[in-house]
């Protein structure tokens, strides 16, 4: 379990803080989604929620914040990784540098762990054939494309086969196909009980796949609750948010009187 209670954060030098009382808690194989305007607070939350904040960040934490029942205020950077992954939306500041291949750096984070050879070898594997890059294996990660490093930094993640994990925008240089294969990923880690924060601005990625959103606006929660609910509510408009393209399409109808019938048939009909 990952659970934030009364956190408010202010990076150093800032006027005010970028969070505000902010009580969050993730249930093992939970899937929370994230939303919110740009400059709302959902990267520092983030970044909170995973302890680069204010360890490596900087800046002045209050509250608590605690996995499993255990505050982690005190505990190394080192320490806090084994547990927790995070990805973000930009690859180049998720691999490792010193990897020559992309196996070798699927691969480099568990084997600072210092995880078996043949467990090594099965997670590296796994992950790479997972999110479909298993090709690219002998590839130099520094060679590849945009969209190909984020599915190879999402990999190494998926290798750590971390108990909680925290994403920021992780689909955000993807197309379709791989923001399918990021959903995919995101479901198997929830299955096997990982608690799961994930930022995305891809509302149609978090009606697949969260079981529960929060909105945040201006560094403090606004709404909280379902998916299906906090997704179809009139207020996250308001609040920047676009609706997924389901939902979209319901409102649209209901304001051009087309009725639930006539709009299952058409849905029906572009299948």
Request: aromatic content about 2%.
């Amino acid at each position: 379990m990952l659970r934030l209670e009364s956190v408010s954060y202010r990076y150093a030098g800032a006027r005010r803080p970028s969070l505000r009382d902010v009580s969050l808690e993730l249930a093992d194989g939970e899937v929370v989604g994230l939303v919110g305007a740009s400059e709302a607070g959902k990267t520092t939350l983030c970044l909170v929620a995973s302890g680069l904040a204010p360890r490596i960040v900087g800046g002045t934490l209050r509250g608590r914040v605690l996995l499993d029942g255990e505050d982690v205020s005190d505990a190394p950077m080192h320490a806090l990784a084994a547990r927790v992954g995070i990805g973000f939306q930009n690859p180049a500041t998720q691999l490792s540098g010193v990897a020559g291949t992309v196996f070798e750096e699927v691969a480099f984070g568990p084997m600072n762990l210092g995880v078996a050879r043949d467990e090594l070898l099965d997670r590296t594997w796994s992950a790479l054939d997972a999110l479909r890059v298993a090709s690219l294996a002998d590839r130099d990660p520094q060679r590849l494309s945009g969209g190909q490093q984020q599915l190879v930094a999402m990999a190494g993640l998926l290798a750590m086969r971390p108990q909680h994990l925290v994403l920021d925008e992780p689909t955000a240089q993807l197309d379709p196909a791989g923001t399918g294969l990021v959903s995919d990923a995101v479901a198997r880690l929830a299955a096997g009980g990982a608690s799961i924060l994930i930022a995305e601005h891809k509302t149609d990625l978090l009606a697949a796949v969260a079981t529960r959103v929060v909105a945040i606006d201006d560094g403090a929660i606004a709404l909280d609750g379902p998916a299906e609910q906090v997704l179809a509510a009139p207020q996250l408009r308001r609040l920047g948010v676009a609706e997924p393209g389901g939902h979209r399409l319901a409102r649209l109808a209901q304001e051009a009187g087309i009725g639930a019938d006539r709009l299952r048939k058409l849905r029906e009909a572009l299948a």
